[in-house]
């Protein structure tokens, strides 16, 4: 079993940056690839950016490139996404997954974490 928590969401101006957190549980945390997802009022969840179990391998959405990092620190068990260069498209709700299978299957969430809004204004 994996718990994932995240947090750092909030309001922004566009322009603006915000690094959002995931906490996980367990000692295995290094067994999962890890991503960002983001899902906005209406629409479906929709894939934002993915890190492979040793930080590897990184995949954005077109949208976000340039703009968002993924990373992750294994020792403290969280996967983080930087965002910079906000814009009012980027308001959502953002939720963290973790997956065991294969990298590339990311319609295989084991786990999600809550989910922190994410609000960004003109």
């Known amino acids: 079993q994996v718990q994932l928590v995240e947090s750092g969401g909030g309001l922004v101006q566009a322009g603006g940056s915000l690094r959002l957190s995931c906490a996980a549980s367990?000692?295995?945390?290094?067994?999962?690839?890890m991503g960002w997802f983001r899902q906005a009022p209406g629409k479906e969840r929709e894939f934002v950016a993915a890190?492979?179990?040793?930080?590897?391998?990184?995949d954005y959405t077109h949208s976000v490139k340039g703009r968002f990092t993924i990373s992750r620190e294994n020792a403290k068990n969280t996967v983080y996404l930087q965002m910079n260069s906000l814009k009012p498209e980027d308001t959502a709700n953002y939720y963290c997954?973790?997956?065991?299978?294969?990298?590339?299957?990311?319609?295989?969430?084991?786990?999600w974490g809550q989910g922190t809004q994410v609000t960004v204004s003109s």
């Open positions: 367990g000692r295995t945390f290094s067994s999962y690839n």
């Open positions: 890190i492979s179990r040793l930080g590897g391998r990184t």
């Open positions: 997954g973790a997956w065991g299978s294969d990298y590339d299957r990311r319609n295989d969430i084991d786990y």
